[in-house]
């Protein structure tokens, strides 16, 4: 059975992962500017 954390009442968790372009010439981090941090996150979405 799966469980299914509740709005604040549970803790929760995400992954959060760059994505890389890799080439011969070098390596180019695609996400670099994509928000990380929660307070970022919050911000994007309206709730911060």
């Given amino acids: ?3 299914v954390p509740q709005p ?3 803790a929760s968790e995400s992954r959060i992962e ?3 372009h890799v080439t011969r010439q070098g390596c180019e ?3 670099s500017t994509a ?3 929660i307070q970022d996150l919050e911000k994007v979405i309206g709730i911060g």
Avoid: G, V
Wanted: overall charge negative.
């Fill in 18 to 20: 760059d994505n890389i």
């Fill in 1 to 3: 059975m799966m469980k």
């Fill in 35 to 37: 928000p990380k941090e």
């Fill in 8 to 10: 604040n009442t549970e």
């Fill in 29 to 31: 981090n695609m996400t």
